[in-house]
């Protein structure tokens, strides 16, 4: 399942989505203990949005994408929601978790299934929907799956709405039926939404409940939220960890404040000897480090982060530069041949 998602997020580069600072769960089953979502509008309008889309060539995968599952990446999918589930045991798994989540856009259904049929593939009738096994989808796009396969895999749901749902076998069927649901129904730790509404441009939005995430809950940590967004003149990131204790919190703070100044004393060595490259590295983590500010207030921590958009335009095309002269000019996918 995770890379079919990852070339559908490759392929989004310049999508739409709803560009308000609201997070909509309808459509996600009951019981996630985290959400994540991706409003990419918002980050379409943002300069390092614009930069990006700019230094990227024409996508093929998103080519093959629009001809055999009508997807267009640039204008169909709005945006990307998913929830994360526990186990039997209560807790997130570490390596596989479950998820069930949504890509809301403008999609043809039918066109869809045209083409896992026509690949041989049969699908699972679920209520008024269809599922299709993501791996198999996957292999008649022409695309690897993981060598270890997640016992956990999932399937991509097609059906009357303007949405493809995708989830974990355990969480196929609720996910079914909360697509028919008119509301949401997951809850988010309390206070979490008040950052994202606060945020300029949020792109990007993580909220978790610590206390069901293994090593994050032995840590002390209750809950977890993060936001991604961009103001005029910065990129800017929050991370918001609300502790089980306010000694707790203090300490923690004062360890990162330490790591933070070890860190920009190794930044200020000298540059003699070193390369162009080596040094344009070393002032990028001390603007990293100037832009990082850490507070600690009763059980929360808060972590913010602030960078010049102009600096963060020009570490990303250098860096898409360089992956893009180490690329093969051929598509990541192969479509088979009827």
């Not at 989505?17 to 997070?23: E, F, S, V, Y």
């Not at 699972?124 to 096994?133: E, L, R, S, T, V």
């Not at 396969?149 to 949405?163: D, F, K, S």
């Amino acid at each position: 399942m995770k890379s079919l998602l990852g070339l559908l997020l490759v392929c989004a580069s310049c999508l739409v989505a709803r560009a308000d600072n609201t997070l909509n769960t309808q459509g996600l089953p009951e019981g996630a203990v985290g959400v994540i979502q991706l409003n990419v509008t918002n980050f379409n309008e943002t300069k390092v949005g614009q930069a990006i889309k700019d230094a990227i060539p024409d996508n093929q995968d998103a080519a093959l994408l629009k001809q055999e599952l009508g997807i267009e990446p640039s204008t169909d999918i709005k945006e990307l929601i998913f929830g994360v589930y526990p186990g039997p045991d209560g807790k997130v798994a570490q390596k596989d978790p479950t998820v069930a989540g949504l890509i809301r856009g403008n999609f043809q259904p039918k066109q869809i299934e045209s083409f896992a049929q026509s690949n041989g593939l049969r699908p699972k009738a679920i209520g008024n929907c269809n599922g299709w096994d993501i791996t198999e989808i996957q292999k008649a796009l022409g695309s690897e799956p993981p060598k270890k396969a997640a016992a956990n895999e999932g399937m991509l749901i097609t059906g009357p709405t303007n949405a493809l749902g995708f989830a974990s076998m355990s969480l196929v069927e609720r996910t079914v039926e909360a697509l028919g649901k008119t509301t949401g129904t997951v809850k988010i730790p309390a206070g979490s939404e008040t950052y994202l509404a606060k945020a300029q441009k949020p792109w990007a939005f993580m909220a978790f409940d610590g206390t069901k995430m293994e090593d994050v809950d032995k840590a002390g940590i209750k809950t977890v939220t993060v936001v991604a967004g961009e103001s005029p003149t910065h990129v800017q990131v929050g991370v918001y960890l609300q502790f089980k204790s306010k000694d707790l919190a203090a300490d923690t703070a004062n360890k990162i404040k330490g790591l933070q100044m070890m860190a920009t004393l190794a930044t200020s060595t000298s540059e003699e000897g070193k390369t162009a490259e080596q040094i344009n590295q070393q002032h990028l983590v001390a603007d990293l480090l100037q832009g990082l500010k850490v507070d600690s207030q009763d059980d929360l921590i808060s972590i913010n982060f602030e960078f010049p958009v102009d600096k963060a335009i020009q570490a990303i095309k250098a860096a898409i530069d360089k992956a893009q002269a180490g690329q093969a000019t051929t598509p990541v996918l192969k479509v088979k041949k009827k």
